[in-house]
């Protein structure tokens, strides 16, 4: 085949291409056009939070700041507790206090954010709740407190999760505070950006480079559960680093806790302690220097597997505990006169000389040290940090399947210490909805930090000061919050202005743990740091039975077993477990009632219409992928080619052309096949044809007609015609014109 061929064949397959993938580049699609103030509604939640939320309460909120044996700021009752501030506090029954908020104090904790999206302190509710009755509060008129309940486990998601009142980031961890609502009368919906109050834990976990290794007995029968345990140094007593692990240990920042330097060093003193209490080292040989530890890596360090810390391997699942290292089993040692120490009934003196002992000693204080309660400070020394040890969940080394759990197989837990803090900030959250307005339409598309332009656009954060005086019953749980500017220095309070805020402590044991607990309706100032002491390290030990708080180990749940087993496998993963697990129990703990502060003070439930924002509004238009117009475009470059490359070589001249159509034109073909002497004109211009040639008459048909012979018609005419001097003639536009002809009928 030529090439001319070639191509001929190419074309036709190219064109039959582009007429059937050109069209499907056509589509009809939703996209976002321009911006417009909509009014926003209200949207109810149909899964299970929204079915089983409770309205707000109908009477005002309350506050609990241990009411029997300290005021509330700014609550004062003359006459109801006796001695404040004082150290000796007592409560008159004759006179009740209260747990009214103090107008002035609402008003200043929702200055900020009374009219916007960003909620406040009060915003900040518990999700279930119930009216109580106490013999020293409020003439024992009912007043309100929170209720815990366990509403649904939302660690089987991993995105951002919207459910009534909050906004849950279930990838890294993380809470934003929302009543939400959404743009109503929209025909096709829309999207918009909105700055939500954050709340979200900062947990990191250092490695100890310790593991526990243990031998399953038989689980099914009332034998031990576990047959055999060691320790096993992976490098954290054979490598541990030189250096007094006391010296220079980092004084606690309220404003920014480093949770990472904590828990940094409170791994390392872990590690320390353990040769101590292991009798690998003593302190008078750590003082003399050189390599003082004798320990090698991989060692294996046998425990007795009947003591009650070998409980916690089974079931098998994720275990915290607190610092004191109960897998040592170490006697209770405390502080005695002029420096020395007590253990079993005896004063130690100098406390250096008996390692184990000090170590046990110091071993009970580790906890509180990472957590910076224990100092040699003043008093008055804040904190806000929480700390624990994490054993991750068992891994199967002996090459056995890990779902099978069958007596005599061998598994690996490792062993971290972790130090976290709760801090609040601004984010600006992106929200997407379609037409239909409900709270399963809404979706977070995602979260940043708010952009400020400059520091001064900072956020301005107030924290009550518990040792101010009169402010001294805020230490259980202060209030703190975006304020106005116009507050900034009032008495009482600690002011920063920042992007973050970490949040300051709040008793979890008083507030939180305990049996009476939530003790008001204030699930701000309590919840964050009530969680994540929890989180951090009491959870997910064996002996953790706490009314209407589910389990997270992962010991009775496969799903959530099998996501702990992704995560144990770096500090990492640790760290992102339980930011999940604290903001699982958040989210089923507190809600964002109402962005309008004022209302929720007053007691009315949030709901209806709230104020008009701007949304980017979502249209249907016919848009066209131009990836489906690739075969027409070649198509069009191969036509405009073989056009460019006719004209170049010639043949596409426009006279050249013309004179083909005027040669192939049917009317000349005809006269010449009639008449051959016409054959002369046949390159003519069209005029000078016509004039010659166009007006012969041509016989259609076989027939004679009866008038004058045709043929002998045209011979004169034409005989006329060849007389005429066509030379000199200009060459002239051809304009073809149909022949004259005529038919006669046989007689």
């Known amino acids: 085949m030529s090439v001319v061929s070639y191509l001929s064949l190419g074309l036709g397959f190219l064109t039959t291409l582009a007429g059937i993938i050109t069209p499907l580049g056509l589509s009809d699609t939703i996209t976002a056009t321009g911006d417009q103030m909509v009014s926003f509604v209200y949207l109810s939640d149909p899964s299970s939070f929204g079915r089983s939320a409770q309205n707000r309460p109908d009477i005002p909120l309350s506050r609990d700041c241990l009411i029997t044996s300290a005021f509330c700021p700014g609550a004062v009752i003359p006459g109801a507790v006796l001695n404040q501030g004082k150290g000796n506090v007592s409560v008159n029954a004759s006179i009740t206090a209260t747990t009214r908020i103090p107008e002035n104090i609402t008003t200043m904790f929702s200055s900020a954010t009374k009219n916007s999206t960003i909620a406040g302190i009060f915003d900040i509710q518990y999700r279930f709740w119930k009216k109580n009755t106490n013999e020293y509060f409020d003439n024992r008129q009912p007043y309100v407190k929170g209720s815990r309940r366990p509403v649904e486990n939302l660690l089987g998601r991993d995105n951002l999760t919207v459910v009534e009142g909050i906004i849950a980031d279930l990838g890294s961890g993380g809470i934003g505070f929302r009543n939400h609502t959404g743009p109503a009368g929209l025909t096709l919906g829309g999207k918009w950006d909105e700055d939500i109050l954050w709340i979200e834990p900062d947990i990191s976990c250092a490695n100890t480079n310790l593991s526990f290794e243990f031998v399953l007995g038989n689980t099914t029968s009332l034998s031990s559960e576990v047959t055999s345990l060691e320790l096993v140094d992976e490098g954290g007593l054979s490598l541990i680093r030189a250096g007094n692990p006391y010296k220079e240990w980092p004084n606690l920042t309220y404003s920014n806790p480093d949770v990472q330097l904590r828990a940094d060093r409170s791994a390392w003193?872990?590690?320390?302690?353990?040769?101590?209490?292991?009798?690998?080292?003593?302190?008078?040989?750590?003082?003399?220097?050189?390599?003082?530890?004798?320990?090698?890596?991989?060692h294996h360090y046998p425990l007795d597997p009947d003591a009650f810390f070998a409980e916690e391997f089974y079931p098998l699942g994720i275990h915290n505990e607190y610092l004191n290292a109960n897998w040592l089993e170490l006697p209770r040692v405390t502080s005695g006169r002029n420096g020395s120490i007590t253990a079993n009934g005896r004063d130690l003196y100098p406390p250096e000389d008996y390692s184990y002992e000090f170590a046990s000693l110091l071993f009970s204080e580790l906890q509180w040290r990472c957590a910076g309660r224990y100092s040699d400070a003043s008093k008055e020394n804040d904190y806000n940090v929480e700390c624990g040890a994490i054993l991750t969940l068992p891994s199967r080394v002996d090459r056995g399947s890990p779902m099978e759990e069958e007596p005599g197989s061998k598994w690996k837990s490792s062993l971290y210490v972790c130090a976290g803090a709760v801090k609040a900030s601004v984010k600006t959250v992106s929200?997407?909805?379609?037409?239909?307005?409900?709270?399963?339409?809404?979706?977070?598309?995602?979260?940043?930090?708010?952009?400020?332009?400059?520091?001064?656009?900072?956020?301005?954060?107030?924290?009550?000061?518990w040792w101010y005086p009169g402010s001294e019953g805020a230490y259980a749980a202060p209030l703190w919050g975006i304020v106005d500017v116009a507050y900034e220095g009032t008495k009482g309070y600690n002011f920063t202005r920042a992007p973050t805020l970490y949040l300051p402590y709040s008793y979890g044991s008083l507030t939180w743990e305990s049996f009476a607990a939530p003790l008001d309706s204030l699930a701000g100032s309590v919840a964050p740091y009530g969680i994540l002491s929890q989180v951090i390290h009491s959870i997910f030990h064996p002996s953790f039975d706490v009314p209407r708080i589910p389990r997270y180990d992962g010991s009775d749940s496969l799903s959530l077993r099998a996501r702990w087993a992704s995560l144990s496998k770096s500090g990492e993963g640790i760290e992102r477990l339980l930011r999940l697990v604290w903001t699982d129990m958040t989210a089923s703990t507190s809600i964002g009632a109402n962005v309008l502060n004022n209302a929720l003070v007053s007691g009315v439930n949030g709901g209806g219409s709230g104020p008009s924002r701007l949304v980017t509004i979502y249209v249907q238009k016919v848009t066209y992928d131009m990836r489906y117009a690739v075969p027409a475009l070649l198509l069009l470059v191969v036509w405009v080619s073989v056009i460019l490359v006719a004209l170049m070589i010639g043949s596409g001249r426009i006279t050249h052309l013309k004179q083909m159509l005027n040669d192939t034109s049917l009317g000349r073909v005809a006269a010449i096949t009639a008449y051959p002497s016409s054959r002369a004109y046949l390159g003519s211009p069209t005029n000078e044809w016509a004039t010659?040639?166009?007006?012969?008459?041509?016989?259609?048909?076989?027939?004679?007609?009866?008038?004058?012979?045709v043929e002998e018609h045209q011979e004169q005419e034409l005989e006329s015609l060849s007389a005429e001097d066509d030379s000199g003639r200009e060459e002239q536009p051809h304009c073809e014109r149909l022949l004259s002809t005529r038919t006669h009928r046989d007689e």
């Open 431 to 465: 929200f997407s909805m379609n037409a239909s307005a409900s709270l399963g339409n809404l979706v977070a598309t995602g979260v940043k930090n708010k952009h400020y332009p400059d520091n001064s656009s900072y956020p301005l954060w107030a924290i009550e000061d």
């Open 692 to 709: 010659a040639v166009g007006h012969v008459m041509l016989q259609i048909g076989g027939r004679k007609s009866s008038g004058l012979d």
């Open 269 to 298: 003193l872990y590690n320390f302690l353990s040769t101590l209490v292991l009798n690998l080292t003593s302190i008078a040989a750590v003082r003399q220097g050189g390599k003082a530890i004798n320990a090698s890596l991989g």
